[in-house]
């Protein structure tokens, strides 16, 4: 099992910036991959970054070139620098721990931290 605890989100004005924390209660390195996806009100989860243990990084394409998720193997804490805000980002975000076992991978999530994009 894993605890993941995000921090870090907020009011933004569009065009500013937020940098989301995700700390995890055991070593990240020994997770299969993390991430991070956001849901909006009346919509989806959504998946906006993640990134493996070997360092292969995905986004979604409404983030690329605006998000970068990063990974702290010393903190075991992974990262989301957030640029550009747009009010369509407005959402909580929600991290993930993916761990890897014979049958599969198990997910597990943090309890959310609100985004909100608005002047």
């Known amino acids: 099992q894993v605890q993941l605890v995000e921090s870090g989100g907020g009011l933004v004005q569009p065009g500013g910036s937020l940098r989301l924390s995700c700390a995890a209660s055991?070593?990240?390195?020994?997770?299969?991959?993390m991430g991070w996806y956001r849901q909006a009100p009346g919509k989806e989860r959504e998946l906006v970054a993640t990134?493996?243990?070997?360092?292969?990084?995905k986004y979604a394409d409404s983030v690329k070139g605006r998000f970068t998720i990063s990974r702290d193997n010393v903190r075991d804490t992974v990262y989301l620098q957030m640029n550009s805000l747009k009010p369509e980002d407005t959402a909580v975000y929600y991290c993930?721990?993916?761990?890897?076992?014979?049958?599969?991978?198990?997910?597990?999530w943090g309890q959310g931290t609100q985004v909100t994009v608005s002047s």
């Open positions: 990134v493996t243990r070997s360092g292969s990084t």
């Open positions: 055991r070593s990240i390195f020994s997770l299969y991959a």
């Open positions: 993930n721990g993916q761990v890897a076992t014979t049958v599969g991978l198990n997910d597990y």
